[in-house]
């Protein structure tokens, strides 16, 4: 059993389920005094409280549930609304005493305003959670209107004294002190909208009291202005904030939970919704030419790519070379971002001739080559390789798949520098 909803054993008979229902009201007083908002707003009948709405905020088969701890409750709502017999609405499963009660409604038999005069109140209070229906109360209620009707002038007295009273039922709980009240009303509201008369008279009292050295503070002028003159003076946009203090002090206010939202920095650019990101390569990590190892990726498509084995590559290859000239096209000389040399086609093809799968073994007397770097990135233009600028998408994209497949053929460092390079000229 939570502070807010009461529950029942099932060894307990239905008198001493209804014992432990009026030990909970009396323990808890802002129960009691929801159920009693809810009384006082069913007599006056207002239209911002209306029967058809309450059945659709809070469905019959919701009631039900709430009740599953007492059966006997159910079988005196399903009974009233229906006439059946009680042994045998008693003996009814849940989903069939809410049909039975929605049909007598749906059918006329019955209205929506009788059943709701026939839900008790404190069954609202005990079995839901009462907040719900002073949440209710606090969004329904009219609090910005220009004019309120005599019976919600009456309703909002009677709520006011409810909070500053110290009843006996209340076992001498006061809500809200009445410092707090006319502290949250404002002066100039309460110079503007109180009677000149009341001022008078509150300020002859306060001097009276003086000279009597009797203390006078907030309970002798809210005694003296009277709780019905607040009501019908006072805007109640600004009641609404006396409520809205006692909610939360209260603890029927339910803080929404604060969702933390991560937010990137201004610097960096909105992440690609297509883009799984991975750890960026850190300085010093580089692609040397070793065939057993594969190129650090900074990016990683979700996306399949259009062409996905090695035979699909060859006729993309096909068309992207330049058209058979008898010469060979100057290729500058491009360094990487470690400053290593790019070879020419030419050379490399001669190389190749002579080791066609792996790159020749350095000799000790030649001078250590200098590091080259093949790293690429997804941009807004297509993969990018370092130094040598933008290609085209679709060939990249399954030169990457070929790179990253661990099931395919590798390719040396001179094979991918020789189809980058081609790709480059063709740019």
């Given at each position: 059993m939570s502070q807010w909803t009461l529950t029942h054993e099932q060894s307990e008979t239905d008198e001493e389920r209804q014992q432990?229902?009026?030990s909970f009201l009396a323990e808890h007083p802002l129960h009691r005094l929801v159920s009693a908002l809810i009384s006082q707003i069913r007599g006056i009948e207002p239209d911002w409280w209306p029967a058809t709405g309450l059945r659709q905020d809070v469905p019959v088969f919701e009631r039900m549930s709430a009740l599953r701890d007492r059966p006997d409750r159910r079988e005196f709502y399903?009974?009233?609304?229906?006439?059946?017999?009680?042994?045998?609405?008693?003996a009814m499963e849940i989903p069939l005493q809410t049909d039975m009660i929605d049909l007598c409604i749906d059918v006329k038999a019955i209205t929506v305003t009788t059943f709701e005069g026939a839900f008790l109140p404190d069954d609202y209070v005990c079995y839901m959670d009462p907040r719900r229906f002073w949440h209710m109360f606090m969004e329904r209620y009219p609090w910005d209107a220009d004019e309120q009707t005599t019976e919600e002038i009456q309703l909002i007295t009677w709520l006011i004294d409810e909070l500053l009273s110290a009843?006996?039922?209340?076992n001498g709980v006061q809500f809200m002190s009445h410092l707090e009240v006319l502290s949250i009303i404002p002066s100039i509201v309460w110079q503007k909208y109180i009677q000149t008369d009341l001022h008078c008279l509150v300020r002859d009292e306060r001097y009276l009291a003086e000279r009597s050295s009797r203390?006078?503070?907030?309970?002798?002028?809210?005694?003296?202005?009277?709780?019905?003159?607040?009501?019908?003076?006072?805007?109640?946009?600004?009641?609404?904030?006396?409520?809205?203090?006692?909610?939360?002090?209260?603890?029927?206010?339910?803080?929404?939970?604060?969702?933390?939202?991560?937010?990137?920095?201004?610097?960096?650019p909105p992440e690609d919704p297509t883009m799984e990101t991975l750890p960026?390569?850190?300085?010093?990590?580089?692609?040397?030419?070793?065939?057993?190892?594969?190129?650090?990726?900074?990016?990683?498509?979700?996306?399949?790519?259009?062409h996905g084995s090695v035979e699909d590559v060859a006729p993309l290859m096909q068309e992207c070379q330049p058209p058979d000239s008898g010469v060979n096209p100057p290729i500058e000389e491009e360094r990487s971002s470690q400053g290593g040399t790019l070879t020419p086609p030419?050379?490399?093809?001669?190389?190749?001739?002579?080791?066609?799968?792996?790159?020749?073994?350095?000799?000790?007397?030649?001078?250590?080559?200098?590091?080259?770097?093949?790293?690429?990135?997804?941009?807004?233009?297509?993969?990018?390789?370092?130094?040598?600028?933008?290609?085209?998408?679709r060939v990249l994209i399954s030169l990457r798949e070929i790179l990253l497949?661990?099931?395919?053929?590798?390719?040396?460092?001179?094979?991918?520098?020789?189809?980058?390079?081609?790709?480059?000229?063709?740019?």
């Open positions: 432990k229902q009026d399903v009974h009233g609304n229906t006439n059946l017999p009680r042994l045998a609405a008693r009843h006996r039922q209340n203390a006078f503070g907030p309970i002798d002028e809210i005694e003296l202005v009277s709780t019905e003159t607040i009501a019908t003076c006072i805007p109640h946009s600004v009641i609404f904030e006396i409520m809205n203090s006692f909610e939360k002090k209260s603890g029927l206010h339910v803080p929404e939970p604060e969702v933390e939202q991560e937010t990137a920095p201004d610097s960096e960026s390569p850190q300085d010093g990590d580089s692609f040397e030419g070793d065939d057993d190892q594969k190129p650090p990726p900074v990016g990683r498509l979700n996306t399949p790519a259009p030419a050379q490399i093809a001669s190389t190749e001739e002579d080791h066609p799968d792996t790159d020749p073994p350095p000799s000790e007397d030649d001078e250590p080559n200098e590091a080259v770097e093949i790293t690429y990135n997804l941009t807004e233009a297509g993969f990018h390789f370092s130094g040598l600028g933008n290609i085209d998408l497949d661990d099931k395919k053929p590798r390719m040396g460092t001179k094979h991918i520098l020789a189809m980058a390079l081609m790709l480059k000229g063709q740019g």
